[in-house]
DNA sequence: TGGGGTACTAACAAAAGTGTAAGTAATGGC
DNA sequence: GCCATTACTTACACTTTTGTTAGTACCCCA
C-alpha cells in the first residue's frame, strides 16, 4: 500500500504482469489471507470480531489490512454502524461473489492433486 | 526454498493456511512468474532461453527459481538434452494442464472486472 | 588459443509482506 | 470516576520474495 519507486525492474515487472487478465486477477486475492476471508464471507455478512475468530492466528493488523486492501479493490463492502462499542459488518460485492465458482474449482484441484505429491 | 525457523507465528499461519485445499491450490501458483509461466507452456514444449525472451523483464535467476519450484510442486517436467551448449526443456504435467480452464475462467473475470474499479 | 552459445549458480541487496506490542476513542454500566 | 467492550492504529522488527551483478561448465569452431 506504501508509495513505491517507480524506477525499479520491480515496478516494471509488476505493470508488465498486470496487464494480463489472469494475473490481474490473481493478484486480487492473493496474500495470505484474502482467499480465506472470502471464503468465509461467501456465508454472508459477518463483523470484525467474527472474522477474527475464524482465524486462530491471524492478527488484528493483518485482518484489518487484508479488508482494507479488499474494500480498494471492489471485493468487500464495509458498513460502520454508529454505536458503542463499535459494530462493523463486511460482506462481499458482487465482484467477489463470482470468485465463488472458481474458488470451488480450486479447491477441487487442491483436494485431488494434494496426495500426489508427497 | 530456503530452510525455515519452525516456531514463529509466519511458520504457524503457513501450516494452518496450507491445510485448506483452495489455498493449497493458490500457494502452488502463487508467486510473481508462475501464472504466467504456465500459460505460456500450455501451448508446448519450450526451452529455457524462449521463456526467457517471453517475459521481457524476468531475471535468469528469477526464471530458473520459479521453473525449479514448479518442478518441485510436480506442474512442471524438466528435460536435459546431453548437448553442447546446454539445451533444457519445459513442459506441463497433467496436474498443472489441470489448471487450464480455471485459468480460463480468472482471466475472463480479470478482463470483466478490471475496468470497474479503475 | 580464444571467443561464442546455453543454461544455469552464488553472493549480495532491495523491497514487500507479515508479525509484535502497545495504545486509541467512545460510551454504557457499575 | 472507572472499567469493559469493539474495531481499530502506530511504530517497530522480522521473514520472505524479488532483483543485481558477476561468474561457471561445456564443447565447437575459427
Given at each position: 500500500?506504501?508509495?513505491?519507486?517507480?524506477?525499479?525492474?520491480?515496478?516494471?515487472?509488476?505493470?508488465?504482469?498486470?496487464?494480463?487478465?489472469?494475473?490481474?486477477?490473481?493478484?486480487?486475492?492473493?496474500?495470505?489471507?484474502?482467499?480465506?476471508?472470502?471464503?468465509?464471507?461467501?456465508?454472508?455478512?459477518?463483523?470484525?470480531?467474527?472474522?477474527?475468530?475464524e482465524f486462530?492466528?491471524?492478527?488484528?493488523?493483518?485482518?484489518?489490512?487484508?479488508?482494507?486492501?479488499?474494500?480498494?479493490?471492489?471485493?468487500?463492502?464495509?458498513?460502520?454502524?454508529?454505536?458503542?462499542?463499535?459494530?462493523?459488518?463486511?460482506?462481499?460485492?458482487?465482484?467477489?461473489?463470482?470468485?465463488?465458482?472458481?474458488?470451488?474449482?480450486?479447491?477441487?484441484?487442491?483436494?485431488?492433486?494434494?496426495?500426489?505429491?508427497?
Open positions: 500500500m506504501a508509495a513505491r519507486k517507480q524506477n525499479s525492474t520491480y515496478t516494471s515487472n509488476e505493470k508488465y504482469i498486470v496487464e494480463c487478465d489472469l494475473t490481474y486477477a490473481v493478484n486480487k486475492i492473493g496474500g495470505r489471507w484474502k482467499i480465506l476471508i472470502i471464503s468465509k464471507l461467501e456465508k454472508g455478512k459477518m463483523r470484525f470480531g467474527e472474522l477474527k475468530k486462530p492466528y491471524i492478527t488484528e493488523r493483518m485482518l484489518t489490512l487484508q479488508l482494507r486492501a479488499l474494500e480498494q479493490d471492489g471485493l468487500v463492502k464495509r458498513t460502520v454502524y454508529a454505536e458503542v462499542p463499535p459494530r462493523v459488518e463486511y460482506e462481499l460485492t458482487e465482484m467477489a461473489a463470482a470468485f465463488g465458482p472458481i474458488f470451488q474449482q480450486l479447491s477441487e484441484w487442491g483436494g485431488k492433486h494434494r496426495k500426489s505429491v508427497n
